[in-house]
Structure formats: structure tokens, C-alpha cells
């Protein structure tokens, strides 16, 4: 069975400030794939990257980073300069490619930035 | 081309009724996905179909809850003997096929009265 933690229920940080958002993931399959997720306060989950796991490299999109271990199976999302903006819930989800496996998603980061 | 639509986005109904929830996919995703949101928590998944193949249901929490998709596109997800319980966001996702990335949809808001 698969597994996301999310040890950080909430984070608050002041503007301008690096933060990073832990998750760690738990599969026996070797084919699996790692997503991340933002929800703000309007409600829709917005897509931020797809990772799969033969791709440990990492990516970096703007002031968005993402760091990939599968030593420590942990796939981190870290936020340079954050923003206002940025206050959201962070998910982090994994699936398996088989069929019939839902979609796993971790309890959720509150991530609030202040001014 | 237009994201995952829901409706309606809010319904409120009294404990006991029956309700249904539309969701309407991006057009050629193949699998698609039920959750639901209770307030300031996690998504749960519900149930999930691909393609023409039977759907996973192992996540319904009980037999009054049901789902179809109708001709690999639209699903309506059924609420039988509503509970109190049962109140929450529940979302609807897409994708091109399983473990490809999934949109969502903005949610169905429901409150059981």
C-alpha cells in the first residue's frame, strides 16, 4: 500500500522568507509517480509538477524548487522569497501505475505567509 | 480547451434526501476521480474510472453512495439518505489515463442540514 506524510500541518513564515514543505512517501513499487499540489483560499487545486521515479533530477520553475531523494524517499517542494500569494494548502500525492490504484494524497501543508 | 466542470458548485439539502453530483471532464481524459474534502481536512479518495473498465470503488464509505460515468465522460456521483456527515467539498478530477496528471474541478459544496 502506498503512503504520504506530510509531517507539517502548518507553517508560517514572514514575506521574503525561503520556506520548505516536507513529504515523504512510502510504495513497494519501483514505477510510481509524485505530484505536488496547491489549494488556495479559493478552493481549486492547481497542478505544480509531476516527478516520476526514475527522474531524480531536480527542478527548479521560478521561485519554486523541488528536491527528490528516493534514498530518504522524500520528495521536498521548497519556496524562495515567498509571497502573500503563496499562502495556500500544499499537497503532496502519489500513484503507482497499475491499474486500479487511486491516487495517495498527504494530509496537506497550511502555509501562511505574512507581511 | 475548458478544465473539469462541476455542479452545481453549492447544494444544500436536508438530512435524508437523495443528491446528485455532476462532473464533466476535460474532453479525451479517460480516467477520472471522485474525492471528497471535509472541512480544513485532507482529500479522500472515492472511487476512480478508466476507460470502460470497471471502476474502483474501494473507497465509498457506504452503500449509499454510488457513481457512473455515462459514455466515458460525464459521471454523476449519488448520494442516497443523506447525513449530516456527508456535508463537504466533494472534487472531481481528470486525466489522460492512470497516474497521468489530474485537473480539478472547483467543487461541489454540500451541506446536510
Known amino acids: 500500500a502506498q503512503k504520504v506524510t506530510q509531517a507539517q500541518t502548518e507553517i508560517s513564515v514572514v514575506e521574503k522568507e525561503d520556506v520548505t514543505l516536507d513529504c515523504v512517501y512510502e510504495?513497494?513499487?519501483?514505477?510510481?509517480?509524485l505530484f505536488w499540489y496547491k489549494q488556495p483560499p479559493s478552493g481549486e487545486l492547481v497542478f505544480l509538477i509531476r516527478r516520476n521515479s526514475f527522474d531524480e533530477q531536480n527542478e527548479i520553475s521560478g521561485r519554486y524548487s523541488w528536491n527528490f531523494q528516493k534514498s530518504t524517499s522524500s520528495f521536498n517542494f521548497t519556496i524562495t522569497a515567498s509571497q502573500v500569494v503563496d499562502s495556500a494548502v500544499y499537497f503532496c500525492a502519489l500513484t503507482v501505475r497499475n491499474y486500479g490504484q487511486n491516487f495517495v494524497f498527504g494530509p496537506g501543508t497550511r502555509l501562511s505567509v505574512l507581511p | 480547451g475548458a478544465g473539469v466542470s462541476q455542479s452545481p458548485s453549492n447544494k444544500v439539502t436536508e438530512k435524508g434526501k437523495d443528491v446528485e453530483l455532476r462532473c464533466d471532464p476535460i474532453s479525451g481524459h479517460t480516467a477520472l476521480y471522485w474525492y471528497r474534502q471535509s472541512l480544513g481536512q485532507g482529500l479522500e479518495f472515492l472511487i476512480y474510472f478508466q476507460g470502460n473498465s470497471a471502476p474502483d470503488k474501494s473507497g465509498l464509505p457506504s452503500d449509499r453512495f454510488s457513481a457512473e460515468r455515462t459514455g466515458g465522460s460525464v459521471s454523476t456521483l449519488t448520494i442516497q439518505r443523506t447525513q449530516q456527515e456527508d456535508s463537504a467539498v466533494y472534487l472531481c478530477?481528470?486525466?489522460?489515463?492512470?497516474?497521468?496528471?489530474?485537473?480539478f474541478g472547483p467543487g461541489t459544496r454540500l451541506t446536510v442540514l
Open positions: 510504495t513497494r513499487d519501483t514505477t510510481y509517480y
Open positions: 478530477a481528470s486525466s489522460l489515463s492512470v497516474a497521468d496528471t489530474q485537473y
